[in-house]
């Protein structure tokens, strides 16, 4: 098992192959030379690439500028990363100025950096600790938000290094494919990327659909009539799974809900109705407000699971968003559109178009293999510079919630009174809040952070190492956060010290025993005391401690297996998406004539070309070709997504459901291109010609204009194994399967 492991990649690399270059790159003396001659020297230790001596050079320019001497773990995850690793530095070691020194030595050898970050907020922040370090060493820094404008966007693209939210990045791409002239395009280099917290954004990000949309009239009745379908139902219609995240009618609930449609659902002219019906049930008997979702400013906002944060520009797949806002009975001004997606990729594959990619975590030790299989890349394990003294004390587990938090609450006020500073890491908005209004109770004070209070968290974090001090906060303490003892100012930092430092106090498991790593990072960070404490409410009729660690486990395998499920499925379609991204951009700039009309109907392109000129016919023919390509790739999308919706009913009929995703996507694009040659042909032969080609607006043809960029919050249930996903079939759809013999086969294998 051990040579069968090593084979295959899944040790980390030690740290030991560095040790080496980091102590000559301390030997190299710097500190008396002059900036003009640092300067000079990094510059021409780049050109003949002497890391040696680049790294002692950039080493120095960051401690002028910044105060700050870089530790050797800092120096070895740095060189790690430019080897084209995930370096793996514990928390609070400083992978910002990691990331700084990344960046330059890259940037300095001619090569465009990329430093991806989770939000806006931390690229602006990263972005203004390194630009100063960078103007020293001759480079530009720029930083692109969600409200940088178009033109000073291209131009940040121009920068040696552009600090950006990974999703923005992708986003600026998806956009690309909307520009009508090759001036409005956002270049992007793909050249080099250093990932920020790479295990969030490249393995927990990576399953995550980024969507360019718009708007279309319609929809909006099919989602009332849901809703008052759904509210209706009687007791036993629905059956649900939280676990595997399904939900579903019973034989009597078909029954009742085609009652009160007064309608068979299951036909072809009620297919929009039945889509509604089955969002508004996800959203009655799945969603639940203050854990998956809250409304605020009259707007859905979806709470990011291992972030606990409010995730920007995120929404749920159409029909379940307007099934949530009718659930949660919002007002709104106008019935709510139909959505059209213009393009859309996914994280990972965005990653993979960068020629080189590296990245740095505090928690990439159990991901070792995700990386390795989704993106070739190793991990690198850097030891702390100073060893961690924090206590991890083991889980504390309890027959209930109502004994775990009165376990809780004793040990919140001895440590009140002790003057130690105490996080309490709580599962959801709802528990968060519901912990407050008990230490309310008890007058004990607190803060709190979730959610619903982010506009404040820089406050509460500079306060949170205060003696005594409580906070209670979601996954938004756990990455990024560095809580400093004493509180900002560390006017108390030995008060609390002697206190024990900082006690982190979990309430509940995540999915994922990264983040709980990460939650437990907060405290004995650079050798500073501190302590860790899980306390837990069993599992009805498990086995305590085992149990729920047993429930983690099966969570993190459940979303790995979702994870390589979705990786197959999304390479159909971004292998389509590159191919008309790269035609739209010759097209764009250029490069590649249109000849759709020659080739197709050579009649009415002779015809054209005596009548207006060779010229003004092939800038008519582009214009619309652009304006049709981005139409019926939208047409194709859309047609993929239904697809997959009803990608269970190939397993009913015994097919394999990859098999026929990826024959319908072939043949969906091959009817997408004859569409749209005869879309082009038709429109050349009625519309206007000139010599400036086709005025777009004039001929009706009204240019795309996306409404909003988001991810999608997708639901991966319809590509679970077999018996999983049969099990949540009812009993009727089971009765007309059983009447074919494969299904019947299939149906006996499964059980």
Same mark, same amino acid.
């Given at each position: 098992m051990k040579n069968m492991r090593k084979k295959r990649g899944f040790r980390r690399e030690p740290f030991l192959p560095y040790a080496d270059f980091v102590r000559a790159v301390c030997a190299e003396g710097c500190a008396a030379l002059p900036?003009?001659?640092?300067?000079?020297?990094?510059?021409?230790?780049?050109?003949?690439?002497?890391?040696?001596?680049?790294?002692?050079?950039?080493?120095?320019?960051?401690?002028?500028?910044?105060?700050?001497?870089?530790?050797?773990?800092?120096?070895?995850?740095?060189?790690?990363?430019?080897?084209?690793?995930?370096?793996?530095? /514990?928390?609070?070691?400083?992978?910002?100025?990691?990331?700084?020194?990344?960046?330059?030595?890259?940037?300095?050898? +001619?090569?465009?950096?990329?430093?991806?970050?989770?939000?806006?907020?931390?690229?602006?922040?990263?972005?203004?600790?390194?630009?100063?370090?960078?103007?020293?060493?001759?480079?530009?820094?720029?930083?692109?938000?969600?409200?940088?404008? /178009?033109?000073?966007?291209?131009?940040?693209?121009?920068?040696?290094?552009?600090?950006?939210?990974?999703?923005?990045?992708?986003?600026?791409?998806?956009?690309?494919?909307?520009?009508?002239? /090759?001036?409005?395009?956002?270049?992007?280099?793909?050249?080099?990327?250093?990932?920020?917290?790479?295990?969030?954004?490249?393995?927990?990000?990576?399953?995550? /659909?980024?969507?360019?949309? +718009?708007e279309a009239p319609g929809g909006a009745e099919a989602s009332e009539r849901a809703e008052a379908i759904v509210s209706a139902l009687p007791a036993g219609a629905v059956e649900s799974d939280a676990e595997t995240h399904r939900v579903w009618l019973t034989d009597a609930g078909i029954d009742a809900a085609q009652a009160l449609a007064g309608a068979d659902l299951y036909a072809r002219e009620n297919e929009t109705l039945l889509s509604a019906v089955l969002a508004a049930l996800e959203a009655h008997?799945?969603?639940?407000?203050?854990?998956?979702?809250?409304?605020?400013?009259?707007?859905?906002?979806?709470?990011?699971?291992?972030?606990?944060?409010?995730?920007? +520009?995120?929404?749920?797949?159409?029909?379940?968003?307007?099934?949530?806002?009718?659930?949660?009975?919002?007002?709104?001004?106008?019935?709510?559109?139909?959505?059209?997606?213009?393009?859309?990729?996914?994280?990972?594959?965005?990653?993979?178009?960068?020629?080189?990619?590296?990245?740095?975590?505090?928690?990439?030790?159990?991901?070792?293999?995700?990386f390795r299989r989704l993106y070739g890349l190793s991990v690198c394990a850097v030891p702390p510079h100073r060893p961690c003294i924090r206590q991890d004390e083991p889980d504390a587990v309890f027959p209930d919630a109502q004994s775990r938090d009165g376990a809780l609450l004793r040990r919140l006020r001895a440590e009140n009174a002790r003057g130690r500073p105490v996080l309490v890491g709580t599962g959801s908005v709802r528990e968060s809040e519901a912990l407050s209004a008990r230490l309310s109770a008890e007058g004990l004070d607190h803060s709190v952070l979730n959610a619903r209070e982010d506009a404040r968290e820089a406050a509460v974090i500079a306060q949170a190492g205060r003696p005594g001090r409580i906070t209670i906060s979601t996954n938004m303490a756990g990455r990024g956060v560095d809580i400093r003892l004493g509180g900002a100012d560390g006017a108390a930092e030995q008060a609390v010290r002697a206190a024990g430092g900082l006690l982190v106090l979990g309430t509940a498991l995540n999915r994922s025993r990264r983040l709980d790593d990460q939650l437990r990072g907060r405290a004995g960070r650079q050798g500073d005391p501190g302590g860790s404490r899980f306390y837990l409410a069993a599992p009805e009729g498990g086995d305590g401690a085992r149990a729920l660690r047993r429930q983690q486990r099966e969570a993190e395998r459940q979303d790995t297996e979702t994870r390589y499920i979705l990786e197959r499925y999304a390479a159909v379609l971004e292998e389509r998406r590159a191919m008309v991204s790269a035609y739209r951009k010759a097209l764009l700039c250029g490069g590649q004539a249109p000849a759709l009309v020659r080739r197709h109907a050579p009649a009415l392109h002779r015809a054209l070309c005596a009548a207006h000129g060779e010229a003004a016919v092939e800038k008519a023919e582009r214009q619309l070709t652009l304006y049709f390509l981005t139409r019926c790739w939208s047409d194709y999308l859309a047609a993929m997504e239904d697809k997959r919706r009803g990608i269970h009913l190939e397993v009913v009929a015994g097919r394999d459901p990859l098999d026929s995703y990826r024959r319908f996507a072939f043949s969906a694009f091959e009817e997408m291109q004859a569409d749209l040659r005869e879309a082009v042909s038709n429109a050349m032969a009625r519309c206007t010609i000139t010599g400036d080609g086709v005025d777009l607006e004039r001929e009706g043809f009204s240019t795309a204009d996306a409404a909003w960029a988001y991810w999608l919050d997708d639901r991966a249930d319809q590509?679970?194994?077999?018996?999983?996903?049969?099990?949540?079939?009812?009993?009727?759809?089971?009765?007309?399967?059983?009447?074919?013999?494969?299904?019947?086969?299939?149906?006996?294998?499964?059980?």
């Amino acid at each position: 098992m051990k040579n069968m492991r090593k084979k295959r990649g899944f040790r980390r690399e030690p740290f030991l192959p560095y040790a080496d270059f980091v102590r000559a790159v301390c030997a190299e003396g710097c500190a008396a030379l002059p900036d003009v001659r640092l300067r000079r020297m990094a510059e021409e230790a780049a050109a003949r690439e002497d890391d040696v001596r680049l790294y002692a050079a950039l080493r120095e320019m960051i401690r002028r500028e910044t105060g700050k001497t870089l530790f050797e773990t800092q120096l070895a995850a740095a060189f790690a990363m430019q080897q084209g690793k995930i370096a793996e530095l /514990p928390t609070g070691e400083g992978k910002t100025l990691c990331a700084v020194l990344t960046a330059a030595a890259l940037a300095l050898r +001619g090569t465009p950096v990329h430093v991806l970050a989770f939000n806006d907020y931390l690229a602006a922040r990263d972005c203004a600790l390194g630009t100063p370090v960078f103007a020293r060493c001759g480079l530009t820094a720029s930083c692109v938000t969600e409200k940088t404008g /178009p033109a000073a966007r291209r131009a940040a693209y121009r920068s040696d290094v552009l600090y950006i939210a990974a999703k923005e990045a992708a986003y600026d791409e998806l956009r690309n494919f909307l520009c009508m002239e /090759p001036q409005a395009l956002t270049e992007n280099p793909f050249a080099a990327a250093i990932a920020d917290e790479a295990d969030s954004l490249l393995i927990d990000a990576a399953r995550i /659909p980024l969507v360019l949309a +718009g708007e279309a009239p319609g929809g909006a009745e099919a989602s009332e009539r849901a809703e008052a379908i759904v509210s209706a139902l009687p007791a036993g219609a629905v059956e649900s799974d939280a676990e595997t995240h399904r939900v579903w009618l019973t034989d009597a609930g078909i029954d009742a809900a085609q009652a009160l449609a007064g309608a068979d659902l299951y036909a072809r002219e009620n297919e929009t109705l039945l889509s509604a019906v089955l969002a508004a049930l996800e959203a009655h008997f799945l969603l639940k407000n203050g854990r998956d979702y809250i409304v605020r400013g009259g707007k859905i906002e979806i709470i990011d699971a291992p972030t606990g944060r409010c995730a920007a +520009g995120r929404r749920f797949p159409d029909a379940l968003q307007r099934a949530v806002e009718r659930m949660e009975r919002m007002e709104r001004i106008e019935p709510a559109p139909q959505t059209v997606i213009y393009n859309m990729t996914y994280m990972r594959a965005f990653l993979l178009r960068y020629r080189f990619l590296c990245g740095m975590t505090g928690t990439a030790a159990s991901a070792a293999q995700a990386f390795r299989r989704l993106y070739g890349l190793s991990v690198c394990a850097v030891p702390p510079h100073r060893p961690c003294i924090r206590q991890d004390e083991p889980d504390a587990v309890f027959p209930d919630a109502q004994s775990r938090d009165g376990a809780l609450l004793r040990r919140l006020r001895a440590e009140n009174a002790r003057g130690r500073p105490v996080l309490v890491g709580t599962g959801s908005v709802r528990e968060s809040e519901a912990l407050s209004a008990r230490l309310s109770a008890e007058g004990l004070d607190h803060s709190v952070l979730n959610a619903r209070e982010d506009a404040r968290e820089a406050a509460v974090i500079a306060q949170a190492g205060r003696p005594g001090r409580i906070t209670i906060s979601t996954n938004m303490a756990g990455r990024g956060v560095d809580i400093r003892l004493g509180g900002a100012d560390g006017a108390a930092e030995q008060a609390v010290r002697a206190a024990g430092g900082l006690l982190v106090l979990g309430t509940a498991l995540n999915r994922s025993r990264r983040l709980d790593d990460q939650l437990r990072g907060r405290a004995g960070r650079q050798g500073d005391p501190g302590g860790s404490r899980f306390y837990l409410a069993a599992p009805e009729g498990g086995d305590g401690a085992r149990a729920l660690r047993r429930q983690q486990r099966e969570a993190e395998r459940q979303d790995t297996e979702t994870r390589y499920i979705l990786e197959r499925y999304a390479a159909v379609l971004e292998e389509r998406r590159a191919m008309v991204s790269a035609y739209r951009k010759a097209l764009l700039c250029g490069g590649q004539a249109p000849a759709l009309v020659r080739r197709h109907a050579p009649a009415l392109h002779r015809a054209l070309c005596a009548a207006h000129g060779e010229a003004a016919v092939e800038k008519a023919e582009r214009q619309l070709t652009l304006y049709f390509l981005t139409r019926c790739w939208s047409d194709y999308l859309a047609a993929m997504e239904d697809k997959r919706r009803g990608i269970h009913l190939e397993v009913v009929a015994g097919r394999d459901p990859l098999d026929s995703y990826r024959r319908f996507a072939f043949s969906a694009f091959e009817e997408m291109q004859a569409d749209l040659r005869e879309a082009v042909s038709n429109a050349m032969a009625r519309c206007t010609i000139t010599g400036d080609g086709v005025d777009l607006e004039r001929e009706g043809f009204s240019t795309a204009d996306a409404a909003w960029a988001y991810w999608l919050d997708d639901r991966a249930d319809q590509f679970s194994r077999l018996p999983a996903l049969m099990g949540g079939v009812s009993g009727a759809v089971r009765k007309m399967a059983e009447k074919t013999a494969p299904v019947r086969r299939l149906f006996s294998r499964i059980g």
